[in-house]
């Protein structure tokens, strides 16, 4: 019977983890795995036939860890969905080899072969991610300083995604058909399965807010929102406030359905991305009220950043979620000048 090997299987995967934490995954090989364990290269290629499938055997580790660290809620009370969407960013900017190797998944071959596809980020790849979550975090924290509602910090946070927007795509070097903001796909784009039944929601919603709103609240919800809007919009002159809904919607898709949705949805998963960027979106349009209103006013903003979301998501072009945008809320003022 031959002796029991000294280096154990897992030693070797727990290594090579390592050296994906500290270098990147790309680093492993029979001998820094070796070099991180201070034997030879024998025991490394004794348990692992060939490096890919020790490439593998991490990649299994990582996924469990990356599941338990996201579910260290620290403060549950505040949301454990948002938490969680907290804590990929948070693990993203802490273990940045890792997040690389994690934005590897899709290229791990789960049938035939079982072997890596020789595929890896490209250095501009991690440019944009790691300039993706800089905007994102920016956006979030000039959000916040909403906790006081009479702020008015928190509109930069549009700019910012509009300018993260394009900085990234420059980055990425996107060409114009994969791009985020396509004026020449938009009759291709909105026959695309569901779209416009999305792109209609918005403006039933939109009516059903005020009339819900209307009998809760009597007038002290339109006013409340007329109010709310008062700032940047100008209600008595009707061209003027044509273009002032136009130009607020753009902006807006491009920062938080392009930027904040759209690139992060390339890094995260669909549903934290939805609702971690509709939270930031709902928090913009906090505003001095009365605590109910302004729970009503957020709750229905924050609706409507979801389905946007989902339009993006099904169209790829912010300018179709801009239509969708632009549409509910002209139906909207419409609603309040002729019956509210």
Partial sequence: MPPKPKITRDMVIDAAFEVARKTGAENIN??????KLNCSTQPVMYHFATIEELKRAVYTKLDRYHAKYLMKIEEPSKGVMLGMGLNYIRFAVEEPHLFCFLLQRSNISRTGGNEMKNQQITGHNKKSVVLTLIGIVIMILLTITKVVPSSTIAGYSVFVGIAFFFITE???????????????????????????????????SGIATLVVGNMIFSGEFVAHVMERTSSILSFDKIALLMGQVIIAAFGEEIAYRGFFFGKSSKIFPFWVCAVLSSVAFAAGHIAVGNIGIVTYDIAAVFIDSLIFSVIYQKSENC????FSHILGNAISLVAVFVFF
């Fill in 30 to 35: 029979a001998r820094t795995v070796s070099k």
């Fill in 170 to 204: 420059t980055v990425d070097k996107t060409r114009g058909s994969e791009s985020g903001l396509r004026f020449n796909t938009i009759a291709v784009d909105l026959k695309k399965p569901g779209v416009i039944i999305w792109m209609l929601l918005p403006s039933a």
């Fill in 319 to 322: 300018v179709i979620s801009t």
